[in-house]
């Protein structure tokens, strides 16, 4: 299993990740590599097998919904790159969304 | 002795005797730091004011006779866990200026009993690593050869205890990050099984995966760790209601007649270095001798851990590092629209490992390849977790070595993602299951490095698997 340069440029847009030429080349390379040792899996049958999503055994853990004071807004805000009147400043949103 | 160099038993004795100070005990290991860290790159920030003013307030718990075992000892704390006040980068430069707001669950339950945050310490970024050399701090080097690494990824954890810059460390395990770099630098440390602690205010990896955990000089400390940091927290729904049991108690109990594994595709595996199984066997025959049964056992589905790990790994990565945008908090690079914004920020604020994982994870779960790779590795991985839950009717726990090696150059394997994958081919098939595992020093290998050994036990049963190394480690 490999994938190629064009492949890897399109999953990083998809995950919103600027790459160098350089990069790319190299994440196609190392990862077609991880692909190809991933086939080890393809020796074991699953059929009838059910997935594990998680360990515990635990399900429907609930709380109460109710409203609570987070009492760190002030320290959250302080964490902004950019505020304006109190509220957090962000490009335009309702453009063209890719550049890429 | 000096000060630092102690253990959370022998400290807590000498601040609750009036011996010495919490400051003073606070300033030894601050001293050391100053020595040491400049070599060892264990610490990212070094929290010196706000360390020695938590130490005064513990010299006043003490004074009126209202301390635990940890109030007043210096403790360090993995950077990719969130910490109140004091920078947490999780070792990348996208969260350089960010400041925590609050503090994990675990970090909160020890500062809440006076314990003294000393600083934060080197990781692999996010804990994408064996080797701490995905950082974007800088490698850590490792205490015993400084031409060596510290393993990872908590690597800075580990290595600030072996050099005794602090008395523990609390760090996070997804696929052996405490387990590997405790053993490359020749400290103990326990993953716990997954839902005994709070994942709270971790920078989360592998959801499913991850787990709090301490590093320590000795068993017997992590079990006093643990019996503070265990337990049910409404903030983390995974984490378990079972009772914490008294872990300091249970593990002074002998060994006698205790059923112990020996799985035998551990040392079947390829890479396993001959010096490490045999001190693998020479802990083996000190178990023979303190009475335990020993019992060749098999998991057949052994060597199929990694591959599942990578998977799935990196496929909840993908989506948890989805959070670190530049938009909320962290660095953001700005300039163009919201897509070279996002685009930018993270191209600059992660190192080359993240940016793979977070490639092969948005590759695995995108249309056409889920079933081949998510899909697939999930369900092997209920064959392995099968394998542990049938071994464990059997015997009471298992033993391996760690690693296949002990600690290897820096930058000895960097240019080899894969290979340094299969670093984790002891640590990883436990982390899989959700089983609890721990790293005990045995040894050191003929080069001087430290060899550890691996004691895994079932699903909450972190007695069993403590006891084990608390008296392989005193006997």
Redo the contacts between chains.
């Keep these: 299993m490999s994938?190629s340069i064009e492949?890897?440029k399109k999953?990083?847009v998809?995950?919103?990740?600027?790459?160098t030429p350089d990069?790319e080349k190299?994440?196609a390379e190392?990862?077609s590599?991880?692909l190809e040792?991933?086939k080890?899996?393809n020796?074991?049958d699953?059929k009838g097998?059910?997935?594990?999503?998680?360990?515990?055994g635990?399900e429907n853990?609930v709380?109460e919904d109710v409203p609570r004071d987070s009492e760190?807004k002030k320290?959250?805000m302080?964490?902004?790159?950019?505020v304006r009147e109190n509220e957090?400043v962000?490009?335009?949103?309702f453009?063209?969304?890719?550049?890429? | 002795m000096n000060l630092n160099e102690l253990t959370i038993k022998q400290a807590a004795e000498g601040l609750k005797k009036g011996d010495f100070s919490s400051v003073e005990l606070t300033k030894a290991c601050l001293k050391r730091i100053k020595e040491r860290n400049e070599e060892i790159n264990a610490f990212i920030t070094v929290n010196e004011e706000g360390a020695l003013e938590d130490a005064k307030i513990a010299d006043g718990l003490i004074d009126e006779g209202e301390a635990t075992v940890l109030t007043g000892i210096p403790f360090s704390v993995k950077d990719a866990i969130c910490t109140a006040g004091i920078r947490s980068t999780g070792s990348a430069k996208i969260l350089d200026n960010y400041i925590p707001p609050y503090d994990a669950t675990v970090i909160k339950k020890i500062r809440g009993q006076g314990g003294v945050l000393i600083g934060k310490t080197n990781c692999d970024a996010f804990g994408h690593g064996a080797s701490n050399e995905n950082s974007m701090y800088g490698p850590v080097r490792n205490p015993h050869d400084l031409s060596k690494v510290a393993g990872g990824s908590s690597g800075g954890s580990a290595a600030s205890v072996a050099d005794n810059m602090c008395i523990y460390s609390i760090a996070e395990d997804t696929g052996g990050s405490i387990r590997q770099p405790a053993s490359f630098c020749g400290v103990d440390g326990l993953r716990p099984s997954y839902g005994r602690n709070s994942r709270y205010g971790i920078m989360p990896m592998g959801s499913s995966l991850d787990t709090v955990g301490p590093i320590t000089k000795t068993v017997f400390d992590t079990a006093l760790i643990m019996e503070q940091i265990a337990g049910n927290d409404p903030l983390d729904a995974t984490t378990v209601s079972d009772p914490v049991p008294n872990y300091p108690e249970e593990i002074e109990e002998n060994i006698k007649g205790l059923k112990i594994g020996i799985p035998k595709e551990y040392f079947e595996l390829e890479g396993l270095n001959d010096e490490v199984k045999e001190i693998t066997f020479r802990q083996i025959e000190k178990l023979k001798k303190l009475g335990c049964k020993i019992v060749d056992v098999s998991l057949p589905y052994t060597k199929y851990s990694i591959a599942v790990y990578y998977i799935i790994v990196p496929s909840e990565d993908s989506s948890n590092l989805g959070r670190l945008d530049g938009i909320r908090y962290g660095v953001r690079v700005s300039g163009g629209n919201l897509y070279s914004l996002y685009a930018k920020s993270r191209e600059q604020g992660f190192p080359e490992e993240v940016k793979r994982r977070i490639l092969i994870g948005t590759y695995a779960l995108s249309a056409g390849y889920y079933d081949a790779y998510y899909k697939k590795a999930q369900t092997v991985r209920t064959l392995i977790k099968k394998d542990f839950e049938d071994v464990f009717k059997k015997v009471d726990a298992l033993i391996t070595p760690s690693s296949p090696f002990s600690a290897f150059g820096i930058g000895e394997k960097i240019n080899d993602p894969l290979a340094l994958y299969m670093a984790d081919v002891m640590v990883s098939p436990a982390a899989v299951a959700g089983m609890p595992a721990l790293n005990v020093f045995a040894e050191k290998d003929s080069s001087g490095l430290p060899v550890g050994v691996q004691i895994i036990g079932p699903r909450l049963k972190e007695e069993i698997i403590l006891r084990v190394g608390h008296n392989l480690e005193i006997k």
């Excluded at chain 1, 998809?14 to 790459?19: K, Q, S, Y």
């Excluded at chain 1, 097998?49 to 515990?56: G, I, P």
């Excluded at chain 1, 453009?95 to 890429?100: F, L, N, V």
């Design positions: 994938i492949e890897v999953i990083a998809l995950a919103r990740l600027n790459l990069e190299r994440h190392t990862i590599d991880v040792y991933m080890i899996l020796e074991v699953t097998v059910e997935q594990t999503s998680q360990v515990t635990l853990v709380r760190i320290e959250l302080e964490q902004m790159p950019e957090l962000v490009p335009a949103v453009e063209e969304e890719t550049d890429a």
